[in-house]
């Protein structure tokens, strides 16, 4: 009889063992934008490539459209360990670290070659790791693109724009950013940009060719000005805990499938910007501006003195960095 009980102790210990072992870690990824977008196209990616190489031993499990957090809540849901992947924009990470704030100042990247090359760089890459005090894990950059400016008054010199309300995520370097030019600028979640526009209640906004077609902006906005002023991108992230806590080899080829992902995306952003652009001047409903050399001097020279009101926040090292990563 006691042989009979030990034996089945084994097997329930052997059996429990197997189950543990058999349990795939849950990566929970959570975005706030529609599947058919760069950020949508590139977690869905992510989870074939991962479903295709570690099946059986992780599970990814996406959440788009803000179905489980919005940006504001995403984070501090993924330090409770709610969710394990999150790709917020750059800007919702100030609370965080100050230095990320990198990416806001105005006219500091020409296009997005420079933007990707400063991130593919030594300090880019360290810039990943900026929030890990805060228990938090950069993983890579996403690419939204070069962000425009809208309104309903052409903009072809920083005078245009006094007085003016703008709409801006909350980002005290964007609001520096207009404050420089006499504008106002108000924070106002991403969600409620169309009726402020088209009930006038705000001037205009800021932001990239493919978030101003696909929300429609240009239909209640007579004049789009091509400032490519700044960059709006995304950080993937995950927390420190979960991270940390996976084999190294699960590790690394989760962030292999991450990074080919994530290349997808970029691509993908790459191509919309450009095609939602024509896709706008086609529509007639939005006037598109380019500005002259000696117009966009006026803009560079009037937003500029933000890059030294945020110096010491961000590094002075960390931003001749990025302006070298333009030659």
Known sequence: MRLLTAAITTMALTLGAQAAVAAPVEIKFSHVVAENTPKGQMATKFKELVDERLAGKVEVKVFPNSQLFGDNKVLEAMLLGDVQMAAPSLSKFQKYTKKLQIFDLPFLFKDMAAVEKFQNGPEGRELLNSLQKKGLVGLGYLHNGMKQLSASDPL????????????????????????????????????????????KAIDGQENTWSNIFSKKFFEVQPYITESNHGVLDYLVVTSAEFWMGLDDDLKVEIQKALDEAIKHGNAIAAEKASSDKQKIIDSKRSEVLTLTDAERAQWVEAMKPVWKQFEDQVGADLIKAAEASNN
Do not use: C, H, W
């Open 156 to 199: 072809k010199v920083p005078a245009d724009a006094e007085g003016k309300k703008f709409r801006i995520m909350t980002s005290d370097v964007l609001q520096a950013q207009f404050e420089a030019v006499d504008a106002v600028p108000l924070k106002k979640p991403f969600s409620e940009v169309f009726t402020l526009l088209q009930t």
